[in-house]
């Protein structure tokens, strides 16, 4: 029998505020363990939230990009269950009345996946788990109390493709919206999947499966396949699939049960008497979509559109909101798209690869990159030369004027005195120039090099070609 | 709605209590007696009326996203009574 | 007369003519503790040094004529349930023994900035949870006019200080009458205000929705004096309100004729003790000579508000008890291996019989299966006592009612029976629910017991309730019995 898998996603991701959602405690990454609390997040007795408003706005922010409903009124809801990282015994989040619900986003096939909810949390500290044989967890509250927006999908997805192209869309689409920095590493983005089979065309769902611990979106599509191959394996053989929550183990690249559903709490959601209802005037949510970025999809069409730009440079140019301004901040200077996105594709992709650079801290100033390409373009820089100067000014921000002026960097173009050293070159070479008489014309590259040396690498390599060809065309017998 | 002794432990394990045999027995009485006189809430109708969000009518209140000095990690553990390289001591966690 | 007896007002005054400094009224704070505190273990912990210290200082601000407040160099008593950083803060629980919070609650902090002197913690219900402090986890308080009778609760330890005259006035926690009923039953009086008025930051919470400082004094204008110090917005806390400032002192010395106020025949039916109905009804028969116009109503939702506090109560403190596991503070028990176990027998033992019982009836009302039938309703229920009281006070500018419907009951009389427990708060419950504001003010004795009147206002019009109290105060004399040290030429009209 043949499957379809159905699959829907619990995206969750930090929001990069300064503060944490109901205190004002930082909520940089890495800094020392329990030195960015304080009474209100450690949850010591007495003390109250109060909700930071920057987290309402970026879910809003979330909301908007994704087509969401935005709600009218919203409130926030006491989730309960017992855990060494949970300080209060409560997690704050939002159980019937999210900020945002029925939205969706667009995969590349024109495919609608739904968005049923976001809603704003806080997240849990961290545990570490006990050193070897001590009997005991440590446990660190700094995460404790940093806003997350929780994304949850419709079971829309069919294939682990589909799935990680979602995830990687909705990864773009947070970092436009400058909203959360999604760093699956950092724990920052974190995705948890359902899955179930069903007998292909059936309508009736199967029972699902939830995956937890996918840590990168290679793991996402990892974990699904397996996971997919799992059920269909049992369901072939008559078996059925156990509704519990799996764990995907990296190490051994398979998923691994964790808990049954009868193991499954009873949160006792109820209202936070603490927090006062959230309720948002349309006037406010006009605001915030009026001050939506432009998105990765609208991006890459008005790149293609506007610049005549292929597809995948376009699709490569937007994976970053940075990269794609810094893309259009160098066309302000300089005229050749297709240029611009070749030598940022080919030579600022390879700097950033080699410096380990995140687009978002690129720091080069686009104009320098614009001269370079006028200066290549006219002659003034051989492509080597203008390769030469940009990696120097992407090292130091020095401008390429600065960098010519100082390593001597010009091409020779004057026609007059290549020709002298052309002349010079095949007067000093005799038995190259035979062997490039009698046929053997590959030496060209040979006295080209030479040229070359003796203008130190600044000679317009075109120029040589064409005199080198002038000049032996001349001693032809 | 009778509340049984099974019933009771139930709710004492999400509570994270603990209570002897004649503890239980006792509270499921009492359980039920409160919860007999509460019964008497079924006679007001309410049909369409809202539970009370809070009862001000207040909304909307935000902290600004601003920074303020942490406690200092000395005091934030000051309370706790097993501390190790700056982190609290939590029971063993498996998974 | 002793110093200690006086009233805060009355001690301002003294200071204010430099006929008496802090440290002499200190003095005789301690000197007072030192002779009853152990009869009516009021106090949890004392803290006299430093009160003593901080009087001295405030005695050279006072001779210099430069005074912080009305309450500069007042002994203030602190319920224990109020953070106060560097004191260990119990809420007379053993789990949180112990506990030294690095902050302190914002109602307090302003008590201090405004000088007061804090001779210590007092006694409480574990967590607020009971009416006679007989749930306290290190000893029962007792009521000073007679120590075989509880002196209320949860705010027992509070009342009985001010009674006593161990303490000039004292702030404590109401959520289902904890300020008035025990006001009532040691004869002081004791103002719960709106819900909001007052910042809970540093309020160890029991019932969030419900839960509300204030204080509990000698009389409506020393209630007045402690609550311009302590009310007012605080960014910390969500739920706080911000309100124009308003003069209480000032406000007391409004006529009230023409005020009209509503007796609902509820509050006095069935269970309500003839002896305090008939001190009751002599007080209301006082506020018709000042001119006050009385009218009966009726509250038909009363019957309800009991089920509706108790569940919603429970609830709440079932989420804001969960986060006690001696991980981050408190007493956690020992062994760490199994972490359900852990939990389990922390909390077991850290936890008293009545704490456990409201932490299982709130979970159950909020498990799955049961919300909507308990937590859910009990919310609807409540909306609609809430609707009630609006209705009532279209008409009315106060309502008036006993505190208690009994006089102080004996130690150990109701702790077998919580239903029976939960019975005293039948009068109180109704104006948490709805977050009103109510004071609770000596309107006689009976047996030798004082008897409490509450007067519940609208929201916010605490200047109302308190300006009735006052005048009714003036004209009368049971706010100025004090079960020691009487006053020269002064009876108690038992």
């Given at each position: ?19 944490k959602?109901f205190c004002a405690c930082a909520t940089k990454?890495?800094a020392e363990a329990n030195t960015q609390t304080c009474p209100v997040c450690l949850g010591l007795p007495g003390t ?36 060494p990282d949970?300080p209060k ?35 849990a500290g961290k545990?570490m ?9 440590l446990v660190d509250y700094n995460r404790a109390g940093v ?331 | ?66 920074v303020r000095p942490s406690l200092p990690r000395a005091e934030a553990l000051g309370n706790a009574n097993a501390v190790k390289d700056g982190s609290f001591v939590a ?5 | ?82 953070c106060?950083a560097g ?11 112990g506990f030294v919070p690095p902050y ?219 986060r006690?596991d001696g991980i981050r503070y408190g ?164």
């Amino acid at each position: 029998m043949k499957f379809e898998a159905v699959i829907g996603l619990e995206v969750h991701a930090e929001l990069s505020t300064a503060s944490k959602i109901f205190c004002a405690c930082a909520t940089k990454y890495g800094a020392e363990a329990n030195t960015q609390t304080c009474p209100v997040c450690l949850g010591l007795p007495g003390t109250l939230p109060v909700l930071n408003e920057k987290a309402v706005e970026y879910c809003i922010r979330a909301g908007l990009a994704l087509n969401c409903r935005i709600a009218d009124f919203s409130k926030l809801d006491r989730k309960n269950y017992f855990y060494p990282d949970l300080p209060k015994a409560y997690q704050i989040s939002q159980y019937d009345l999210p900020l945002c619900r029925d939205g969706f986003l667009t995969l590349a096939s024109g495919k609608r996946i739904g968005i049923t909810r976001i809603h704003i949390e806080e997240d849990a500290g961290k545990l570490m788990h006990s050193p070897e044989g001590e009997g005991f967890s440590l446990v660190d509250y700094n995460r404790a109390g940093v806003p997350l927006i929780e994304i949850v999908t419709a079971p829309d997805l069919a294939t682990p493709e589909e799935a990680v192209e979602f995830l990687e869309k909705l990864r773009r689409i947070l970092i436009y919206l400058g909203i959360s920095d999604c760093k699956m590493e950092e724990g920052s983005l974190r995705c948890d999947a359902n899955i179930s089979l069903k007998p292909a065309g059936a309508e009736t769902l199967g029972t699902k499966t939830e995956l937890k611990n996918i840590n990168s979106f290679k793991a996402l599509g990892r974990a699904l396949a397996y996971e997919i191959e799992r059920q269909a394996e049992l369901l072939a053989e008559g078996k059925t699939v156990k509704q519990e929550t799996r764990k995907w183990e990296e190490a051994k690249q398979r998923t691994l049960s964790l808990r049954s559903k009868e193991d499954t709490q009873d949160y006792r959601y109820f209202p936070d008497p603490d927090l006062v209802p959230v309720e948002l005037d349309q006037a406010y949510v006009a605001a915030i979509a009026a001050s939506l970025p432009e998105l990765p999809e609208a991006k890459k069409r008005r790149l293609i559109e506007e610049y005549k730009l292929p597809e995948y440079d376009a699709d490569l140019l937007t994976g970053s909101r940075h990269l794609a301004d810094f893309f259009e901040a160098v066309l302000k200077d300089y005229c050749n798209p297709k240029a611009a996105s070749n030598f940022i594709m080919g030579e600022l992709f390879r700097l950033m690869g080699e410096e380990g650079l995140a687009p978002e801290a690129l720091a080069l100033n686009p104009a320098h990159l614009a001269d370079i390409l006028r200066r290549i373009d006219q002659g003034e820089l051989s492509v080597s030369q203008g390769k030469k100067v940009f990696e120097k000014a992407f090292r130091t921000g020095a401008s390429p004027a600065e960098i010519i002026a100082a390593e001597g960097l010009r091409q020779i173009s004057d026609e007059a005195s290549l020709r002298t050293v052309v002349t010079q070159v095949l007067a000093a070479h005799p038995q190259s120039v035979n062997d490039y008489l009698n046929g053997k014309t590959k030496v060209a590259q040979f006295l080209t090099g030479q040229v070359m040396r003796e203008t130190k690498g600044q000679a317009n390599p075109q120029l040589i070609k064409e005199l080198l060809e002038e000049e032996l065309a001349k001693l032809r017998p | 709605m009778r509340v049984s002794e099974e019933e009771v432990r139930r709710v004492a394990e999400l509570a994270r209590l603990a209570f002897s045999e004649a503890e239980l027995r006792q509270l499921a009485g009492e359980f039920n007696r409160i919860l007999e006189a509460f019964a008497k809430l079924n006679e007001v109708d309410t049909t369409g009326v809202p539970p009370t969000a809070h009862v001000l009518k207040v909304k909307n209140r935000f902290r600004a996203d601003q920074v303020r000095p942490s406690l200092p990690r000395a005091e934030a553990l000051g309370n706790a009574n097993a501390v190790k390289d700056g982190s609290f001591v939590a029971p063993l966690i498996m998974e | 007369m002793e110093l200690c007896d006086l009233t805060l007002h009355e001690i301002k005054d003294l200071f204010a003519q430099k006929e008496v400094l802090p440290s002499l009224v200190m003095a005789s704070v301690v000197k007072r503790i030192e002779e009853v505190e152990e009869k009516l273990g009021a106090y949890l912990a004392l803290d006299l040094e430093a009160a003593m210290a901080a009087a001295r200082a405030a005695d050279e601000r006072i001779k210099a004529g430069r005074a912080l407040g009305p309450l500069d160099g007042i002994p203030v008593a602190i319920k224990d349930n109020l953070c106060q950083a560097g004191r260990e803060s119990t809420c007379a629980s053993r789990i949180l023994q112990g506990f030294v919070p690095p902050y302190t609650a914002t109602a307090v902090q302003k008590l201090l900035e405004q000088g007061a002197l804090v001779p210590g913690r007092t006694n409480m219900d574990e967590f607020a949870m009971g009416s006679s402090t007989e749930n306290s986890a290190f000893k029962p308080a007792k009521n000073p006019w007679d120590p075989e009778r509880v002196p209320g609760g949860s705010s027992g330890g509070s009342a009985a200080a001010v009674a006593a005259g161990e303490a000039i006035a004292a702030l404590g926690s109401d959520t289902g009458g904890s300020i008035r009923q025990p006001a009532a039953f040691c004869g002081v009086t004791g103002l719960k205000p709106t819900y909001g008025l007052v910042s809970r930051y540093g309020l160890v919470a029991f019932a969030s929705s419900f839960d509300q400082i204030g204080p509990l004094a000698k009389d409506a204008e020393d209630c007045a004096l402690m609550l311009a110090a302590i009310a007012g917005y605080d960014p910390l806390d969500s739920t706080s309100v911000r309100n124009g400032q308003v003069d209480y002192p000032k406000e007391l010395e409004r006529e009230v004729a023409g005020r009209t106020i509503g007796l609902p025949r509820e509050y006095f039916g069935e269970g309500l003790d003839p002896e305090v109905r008939r001190l009751i009804m002599a007080a209301v028969a006082h506020l018709e000579e000042l001119g006050v116009r009385v009218v009966e109503l009726s509250l038909k939702l009363t019957e309800y508000a009991l089920p509706v506090y108790y569940l919603i109560s429970s609830a709440e403190a079932s989420s804001n008890l969960a986060r006690y596991d001696g991980i981050r503070y408190g007493r956690a028990a020992a062994g760490r291996e199994d972490l359900a176990a852990y939990y389990t027998r922390t909390r077991a033992e850290g936890f008293g019989p009545e704490v456990k019982r409201r932490i299982m009836l709130g979970t159950y009302a909020l498990s799955a299966g049961y919300y909507e039938a308990y937590y859910q309703k009990a919310q609807q229920v409540r909306t609609l006592i809430c609707r009630e009281f609006e209705e009532a006070f279209r008409v009315v500018d106060a309502i008036v009612t006993p505190t208690s419907p009994t006089l102080p009951f004996r130690l150990g009389e109701r702790l077998a029976d919580p239903l029976a427990m939960y019975l005293s708060d039948v009068c109180t419950v109704p104006v948490n629910i709805a977050g009103l504001p109510a004071v609770s003010v000596p309107c006689g004795f009976a047996q030798g017991l004082p008897v409490g009147m509450q007067i519940i206002g609208r929201p916010f019009a605490e200047a109302t309730i308190l300006n009735l109290a006052h005048q009714y105060q003036k004209v009368t004399v049971h706010h100025r019995a004090r079960p020691y040290g009487r006053r020269r030429g002064e009876q108690n009209e038992v």
